[in-house]
Nanobody
Framework: QVQLVESGGGLVQAGGSLRLSCSAS????????MGWFRQAPGKEREFVAA??????????GYADSVKGRFTISRDNGKNTVYLQMNSLKPEDTAVYYC??????????????????WGQGTQVTVSS
């Protein structure tokens, strides 16, 4: 059974930083595509960042709204993916979800590509 458990959310002032973590179990993490999505109140879930790879290639993508501020990374030894969020803005306030697919995916920003989802962690950025 695949489990994704997010942590690291919280309340931060605008301009501050947070690092989210997603610990994965029950899948072959080294070949899994891992991503982050978010959903603000009253809005649809949207893509934030993702990374997919095989032994031969890798691909990383970011939403335009977070490019240059957020960084996705992964530690295969710990089966964990991270989202470093810097220069946070009030509009970054949302529930952040970790997502995983068991292999390479072609379209990082499409939520339907991901088979597994975490329960989410709240990020609140005050102005």
């Amino acid at each position: 059974q695949v489990q994704l458990v997010e942590s690291g959310g919280g309340l931060v002032q605008a301009g501050g930083s947070l690092r989210l973590s997603c610990s994965a179990s029950g899948l072959t993490f080294s070949s899994a595509a891992m991503g982050w999505f978010r959903q603000a109140p009253g809005k649809e879930r949207e893509f934030v960042a993702a990374r997919t790879w095989t032994w031969a290639a890798s691909n990383t993508g970011y939403a335009d709204s977070v490019k240059g501020r957020f960084t996705i990374s992964r530690d295969n030894g710990k089966n964990t993916v991270y989202l470093q969020m810097n220069s946070l803005k009030p509009e970054d306030t949302a529930v952040y979800y970790c997502a995983a697919a068991p292999g390479w995916i072609a379209t990082l920003g499409t939520s339907d590509e991901y088979r597994y989802w975490g329960q989410g962690t709240q990020v609140t950025v005050s102005s």
